[in-house]
């Protein structure tokens, strides 16, 4: 049985085991929907979310695109990580794999998740709050990192454990179990590393103690005692024996094709990606209002104001047709191409500075579906700029 099988089947073991012993001590989800996406879509194992489907809740702009870009930029520095494995010694490698992997799935995919639910009406609740935010390590454990976790051991192992060692030691237990799971899903798939896990748990529940017997509250403390004992929890063995060469499997296939393949096959998505962006941009007046707003302004405005309108769609289109034709141009790196190149890429990336730096979350409609289409587009205009970026100063040859 090879590592990375074993780590599938003991992550998916645990996950399923505890989702089974909610099930048979709680009522259930009352639909095939919500049982289907308790079981294949929701890491947590408190079936009571998936009762009823209510109406779709509103998504927060702000959090749903903050994890939206977290997911978007652990996901690039994957595929950078993986482009350049042969260039980074094993541990830095194995160190920043399990950040970038830490970052996609924990704090990109995670805190996307709860919003997408909530907004197909079940009320489940954040699987992770901030955790940066944590000024202390109780305050990290209990409120702000996997929540999931901690909503399982308030519903179900809280009070029992209470009743024996009474608020301490249930607390000092549940540590203890956080150890246990973590070595079932680190040391066993990797058959080594014993201990690690669990140590780095035992720490964490003693500190928690001095914690509250001294009242320390300090961030930079919190975040010196959850990073500096790391190495103990994701060890060399796990990080030697699946995070590296699943980087080095990642780079055999992305070797397999020349960085021209990549490019050209790049410029053509690019020239469809400024029809995607038209597609969104005709459907800018109607969602937003602008027949309502743009009517408040004099004759000569409202003129001005599609004038602009008219020259952006304009440019778009230009931007399409002169990327697919000129393509050979591009790929061969001429002169007049790159700075044509050159100019997209600015055009697309002052285009991404406007929106982080001048436009503001609260002024944007209260739609779920335009939230969501915002992190979408946004995406895209981010993909437009690097691809551009890299047309334009890719070294030929």
């Known amino acids: 049985m090879t590592p990375a099988v074993r780590l599938l089947l003991a992550s998916l073991g645990a996950i399923y085991a505890l989702k089974a012993v909610a099930l048979a001590i709680r009522r259930g989800p009352g639909t095939a929907t919500g049982l289907a996406v308790f079981l294949f879509a929701w890491p947590g194992v408190i079936p009571g979310y998936f009762r009823e ?4 809740q509103p998504i927060d702009p702000a959090r749903f695109l903050g994890a939206w870009a977290r ?24 160190l920043a ?9 924990h704090l990109g995919i995670g805190d996307l998740l709860p919003w997408l639910l909530r907004w197909a009406g079940f009320a489940v609740p954040l699987l992770f709050d901030r955790p940066w935010a944590a000024t202390s390590l109780a305050e990290f454990w209990s409120r702000r990192w996997n ?24 607390r000092f237990a549940l540590f203890v179990l956080s150890g246990v799971l973590h070595e079932m899903g680190l040391s066993f798939p990797a058959g080594a590393g014993w201990g690690l896990p669990l140590g780095y748990f035992l ?24 990073i500096a004992p790391l190495p103990w929890l994701f060890h060399e063995p796990f990080r030697h024996t699946l995070i ?4 080095w499997r990642l780079h055999g296939l ?3 094709n020349t960085w021209a393949w990549y490019l050209s096959h790049a410029i053509y998505a690019a020239a469809l990606g400024h029809l995607i962006v038209l597609i969104a941009s005709l459907q800018v007046p109607a969602r937003l209002g602008w027949k309502q707003d743009v009517a408040k302004l004099t004759r000569f405005n409202q003129k001005v104001f599609w004038v602009y309108g008219f020259y952006i769609l304009l440019s778009i289109v230009s931007f399409a047709v002169l990327t697919w034709r000129l393509h050979d141009a591009f790929l061969a790196g001429e002169l007049a191409a790159r700075w044509i190149a050159g100019f997209i890429a600015l055009f697309w990336t002052v285009r991404v500075l406007v929106d982080i730096f001048w436009y503001d979350h609260r002024d944007w409609p209260q739609s779920n579906a335009l939230v969501a289409g915002h992190a979408l587009v946004t995406s895209l205009f981010c993909t437009l700029a690097a691809v551009y970026w890299f047309a334009a100063l890719a070294p030929t040859g």
């Open 97 to 105: 794999g399990v950040a970038a992997l830490l970052l996609t799935v």
């Open 203 to 226: 720490l964490h529940g003693a500190l928690v103690a001095a914690e509250e017997r001294f009242r320390i509250a300090n961030r930079a403390c919190t975040w010196f005692w959850l």
């Open 71 to 94: 997911m978007a930029v652990g996901a690039a520095t994957i595929v950078l990580l993986a482009v350049y494995a042969p260039r980074i010694p094993d541990r830095l490698l194995g």
């Open 147 to 170: 929540l999931a976790f901690v909503d399982m051991n308030q519903r179900l192992l809280l009070r029992p454990l209470y009743g024996y060692f009474g608020k301490r030691g249930s």
């Open 53 to 56: 489907r209510r109406r779709a």
């Open 254 to 256: 992305i070797a397999q």
């Open 244 to 247: 590296v060469p699943f980087y």
